[in-house]
């Protein structure tokens, strides 16, 4: 039996990622989102392992948030108690690996403007989830006074990596887009790049689901 064409959302968390996965579910497509973790050390034990990466997981077609960050209590969503160097697993960056071992699947790269993704992940999980990226950081470079600051330049330059990364393997791949989570078409240019390739759609709408929208600036009061 033939397995149904594959998604992968490739973007970083905080980049809609919960949006993404509920526009697929809206449109009948079985998608998992993070699964508390699990969905990226399945795929780190798969890795490891020498299997495929999606072992375990093959009811799916649409993956999503395929990251696990862990610190002490920090960050486990658990009572989980994960003890040093951490747990730091991003398998969205296995999108070569994911391209060879599943062909013809699509690749949605999720952005949104940095500097907000930067603070939508400084306050994620009240301050835990940073505070779990920036202990791990810390005890992996030796430097105990890794701050916040830090941190922020460390996400700025994994995005920019990241990003580089991908353009570099999809270059002028069809099945490959790169939408914007916050511009008003994103949910036509998803819907119109799925029916491109097969996939049914019957809402076109990008529900906003998880995602901090900066405050507007206050208005200038006139001369």
Request: with cysteine; net charge negative.
């Amino acid at each position: 039996m033939e397995t149904a064409r594959r998604v992968f959302v490739v973007g970083h968390n905080k980049t809609g990622t919960q949006s993404i996965h509920k526009f697929f579910l809206d449109n009948g497509h079985a998608g998992v989102h993070w699964d508390k973790r699990r969905l990226a050390e399945a795929m780190a034990s798969n890795h490891d392992r020498g299997r495929p990466l999606l072992e375990g997981y093959e009811r799916y077609t649409v993956f999503s948030d395929m990251e696990s960050v862990a610190w002490g209590s920090y960050g486990a969503f658990s009572e989980e108690f994960v003890p040093p160097p951490g747990r730091l697993i991003h398998a969205y960056r296995w999108f070569a690996l994911l391209d060879a071992q599943y062909p013809g699947s699509l690749f949605v790269y999720n952005v949104r403007p940095v500097e907000d993704w930067i603070e939508s992940r400084l306050a994620h999980a009240q301050g835990r989830y940073a505070e779990a990226y920036r202990a791990i950081l810390a005890w992996r470079s030796g430097e105990e006074r890794f701050s916040l600051e830090d941190l922020k330049a460390h996400w700025r330059g994994e995005c920019h990596e990241h990003e580089r990364l991908l353009h570099e393997h999809f270059a002028g791949s069809p099945r490959f887009l790169e939408v914007d989570i916050m511009s008003p078409d994103a949910g036509e240019r998803l819907a119109a790049f799925c029916e491109r390739h097969g996939l049914a759609i019957r809402s076109r709408t990008l529900p906003h689901v998880g995602v901090r929208v900066p405050a507007p600036a206050p208005e200038q009061a006139g001369p």
